[in-house]
Nanobody
Framework: VQLQASGGGLVQTGGSLRLSCAASGRTYASYAMGWFRQAPGEEREFVAAMRSSGSGIFVADSVKGRFSISGDNAKSTVYLQMNSLKSEDTAVYYC???????????????????????WGRGTLVTVSS
């Protein structure tokens, strides 16, 4: 599976952006996709993730109430809507994809980057004051 993320850019504090991540290649009836981010000098951290069915949505506490994740199965695309952006949201945002397993995916696994099999190249979000 190949992932193509887009939508990053420069935005002022309090502004909004929507990131998109399109998956291509082999298709699956169900899968999980997520967003992680890495700020300069920091480790990559979880932002949000979801099951393709929409039955499970997970959002980091640091962005809860400001960011939301959604998906379009027909397009194999996941979105990250980011509102009320802050300077601390400045980072490279990566989308990730997990192929389905027979044993499924426990909720805790969505937060763990090692749970994902494929990664996009990242899209830079810069929030200026």
């Amino acid at each position: 599976v190949q992932l193509q993320a887009s939508g990053g850019g420069l935005v002022q504090t309090g502004g909004s952006l929507r990131l998109s991540c399109a998956a291509s290649g082999r298709t699956y009836a169900s899968y999980a996709m997520g967003w992680f981010r890495q700020a300069p000098g920091e480790e990559r951290e979880f932002v949000a993730a979801m099951r393709s069915s929409g039955s499970g949505i997970f959002v980091a506490d640091s962005v809860k109430g400001r960011f939301s994740i959604s998906g379009d199965n027909a397009k194999s695309t996941v979105y990250l809507q980011m509102n009320s952006l802050k300077s601390e949201d400045t980072a490279v945002y990566y989308c990730a994809f997990r192929t389905p397993r027979a044993r499924g995916m426990a909720s805790s696994m969505f937060y763990d980057e090692t749970s994902y099999d494929s990664w996009g190249r990242g899209t830079l979000v810069t929030v200026s004051s």
